[in-house]
């Protein structure tokens, strides 16, 4: 087995559309303060556009080891794009973008098409796209190095994967892709379960919605992977 201390472990927050600016900062003071600096630990915090300048200005201030990523990108340059957030004026805040996440698969008619050009913007503009595929028939575009397989059955219900079944997913991806393409895994995460799936070798780290939501809950699963 690959020692966890020797392979990088992303733990990434998705608010979704929760939290108002103030409820962001609030976040920030708990969780930022508990990091410790790791080599190979990437906590990653991705609010909704709005809270995105207070949070990385916060994250700024406090010195905290936390990255900021955003749940989108437009998949067009600046421009006349009304309500699009643009990859060019994300980076000032931004390292990592969600791309291709099931509920804007489903709400939002976010297609693979889109997805692709989503992460043309982003790697154009030194933004690392993480890419959401929901099995291993979702496509993965080109120059693509961070992968998060989320089935959709497991997200937001409770109702996980098993870390076996994620393990021979990320096995098929690494085999498709590349081993240098770091698998993550999401849906229904929390700190009782997220160490039989980073505990497999082929496990890269989590994605987590719900359980990222309250800041105690969310340092309780950065304390896992930090411990083992
Ligand atoms: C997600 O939506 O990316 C996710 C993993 O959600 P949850 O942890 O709530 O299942």
Redesign the pocket.
């Known amino acids: 087995m690959v020692g966890l201390e020797t392979k990088n472990i992303w733990v990434i927050a998705?608010w979704?559309s929760n939290k108002t600016v103030q409820e962001a900062l609030e976040w920030i003071s708990v969780v930022g303060p508990k990091l410790e600096r790791r080599e190979n630990i990437r906590v990653v915090v991705c609010p909704t556009f709005n809270c995105l300048s207070e949070v990385k200005k916060a994250i700024t201030v406090g010195n905290f080891p936390l990255i900021v990523g955003s749940q989108d990108l437009s998949p067009f340059e600046k421009g006349a794009y009304t309500g699009e957030d643009p990859a060019s004026i994300l980076k000032q805040f931004i390292e990592v973008a969600i791309v291709g996440?099931s509920?804007r698969r489903k709400n939002f008619g976010e297609t693979d098409e889109l997805v692709v050009q989503k992460v043309k913007q982003a790697i154009d503009n030194q933004i690392i796209p993480l890419v959401c595929v929901q099995g291993k028939e979702t496509p993965v575009p080109e120059g693509v190095k961070l992968v998060a397989y989320?089935p959709v059955f497991?997200?937001?219900?409770g109702n996980p994967d098993t870390p076996e079944n994620a393990s021979s997913v990320a096995e098929f991806l690494n085999q498709k892709y590349g081993e240098d393409t770091e698998i993550l895994y999401?849906?229904?995460?929390n700190s009782n379960n997220v160490e039989s799936f980073i505990s497999k070798d082929n496990i890269n780290g989590v994605?987590?919605?719900?359980?990222s939501l309250d800041p105690e809950k969310f340092i309780k699963i950065i304390e896992v992977c930090t411990t083992l």
């Open positions: 998705n979704k996440h509920e989320e497991a997200i937001g219900t999401g849906g229904s995460v994605l987590v919605g719900g359980a």
